[in-house]
């Protein structure tokens, strides 16, 4: 997946005043946090460990520490993403390559031309760019141009299955989440997740019920445009 929404760390307010930082900083308002969750410190210490990045370990240099990583995470982000980036990687991976960060008909376009596989309609769950656009709107704009000629996704603000069928409907092929299973682990722990799909489910399936569909590929034929 090559991402067109990050092309440099955004300026995250939210994030600033809760402390959020690279490495974890220990402050009185986390020590006070932990004195209450038994629970949680208890695993972390004889299960969990020190909470790690798993998912980069693998193409983070060996031995770096917490403080050094946030400096190499800096690093990879390398500016903007231009065609010329984008050709020598699909010479060199013949698998399937999806661009993230998708929202004009001029980088669909591109995506296309360099004979990607997939693009995901994107705004980063709306962490990078305060006047960008729910993802909903561009998806409705590209979908007639573009169903077919490339996978079409969407991202950012999925919080339930209403937005999932929503989504569908409008023509995506297939939604991605990033917090809301998030949540879900948070609440529940090891459970959370598989509790939110679970709930995503339900309500994806209530929803189709409810307007007659039997078909998630049908849905768009069920689609109504409400007034703007
Ligand atoms: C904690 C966190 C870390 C993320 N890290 C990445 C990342 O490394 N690369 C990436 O493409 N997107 C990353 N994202 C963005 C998600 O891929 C996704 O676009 C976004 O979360 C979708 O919005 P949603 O959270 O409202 O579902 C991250 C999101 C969160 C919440």
């Known amino acids: 997946m090559i991402l067109a929404d990050t092309p440099t760390f955004a300026y995250r307010p939210k994030e600033i005043r809760n402390g959020l930082s690279i490495p974890p900083r220990m402050t009185l308002r986390n020590i006070m946090q932990m004195m209450f969750r038994w629970n949680w410190c208890f695993s972390q210490l004889t299960a969990g460990g020190m909470p790690e990045f798993q998912t980069m370990k693998p193409y983070i240099p060996k031995g770096l520490s917490m403080k050094h ?74 979908v007639p ?38 949540f879900g682990v948070a609440a529940l722990g090891r459970y959370g997740g598989h509790h939110t799909f679970e709930m995503l489910k339900k309500q994806i399936q209530q929803n189709m019920e409810q307007i007659g569909c039997e078909n998630v590929t049908d849905l768009p034929k069920h689609l109504v445009i409400p007034f703007d």
């Open 69 to 142: 990583l946030g400096l190499f995470m800096n690093k990879t982000f390398s500016g903007r993403l231009t065609e010329a980036k984008i050709a020598p990687i699909r010479d060199r991976w013949k698998g399937n390559i999806v661009i993230k960060g998708v929202v004009n008909p001029e980088d669909a376009e591109v995506a296309i031309k360099h004979g990607l596989d997939g693009m995901i309609v994107s705004n980063h769950g709306g962490r990078q760019l305060d006047r960008g656009e729910s993802t909903i709107e561009p998806l409705k704009r590209l």
């Open 145 to 182: 141009e573009f169903k077919g000629k490339i996978k079409i996704m969407m991202d950012s603000g999925i919080r339930n299955g209403a937005d999932v069928t929503a989504a569908l409907a409008c023509g995506a092929d297939f939604t991605w989440m990033g917090r809301t299973p998030m």
